[in-house]
């Protein structure tokens, strides 16, 4: 009934920039967060960038300065900057949303995740 769906991976070289996209559609009354997580290959997922419904970010310190997270509330959308790529940062990127569905009576709070972009940064 949710569906977050990305977009805008791919195969860069280092230092160069992407933007990730994430939309979400569906049962949704309203998002309370978005963000993004990542997981390179013998890895565990790990939080890489997190936007609130009031705009708060959160960064891991292997990105801040270097990528923004930033929102458009109107769309259920959330995109991830992401400049001056390094090879470490190759991995799978995820979009997870933590938001409200259910029925109009009935709402209660869930956690969703995205298919999975791949990010490959040469060096």
């Known amino acids: 009934q949710v569906q977050l769906v990305e977009s805008g991976g791919g195969l860069v070289q280092a230092g160069e920039s992407l933007r990730l996209s994430c939309a979400a559609s569906g049962n949704i009354f309203s998002i309370n967060a978005m963000g993004w997580y990542r997981q390179a290959p013998g890895k565990q997922r790990e939080l890489v960038a997190q936007?609130?419904?009031?705009?708060?970010?959160n960064y891991a310190d292997s990105v801040k300065g270097r990528f923004t997270i930033t929102s458009d509330n109107a769309k259920n959308t959330v995109y991830l900057q992401m400049n001056s790529l390094k090879p470490e940062d190759t991995a799978v990127y995820y979009c997870?949303?933590?938001?409200?569905?259910?029925?109009?009576?009935?709402?209660?709070?869930?956690?969703?995740w995205g298919q999975g972009t791949q990010v490959t940064v040469s060096s």
């Open positions: 936007i609130t419904s009031g705009g708060s970010t």
């Open positions: 997870n949303g933590h938001l409200m569905t259910g029925w109009a009576f009935s709402k209660y709070e869930a956690s969703y």
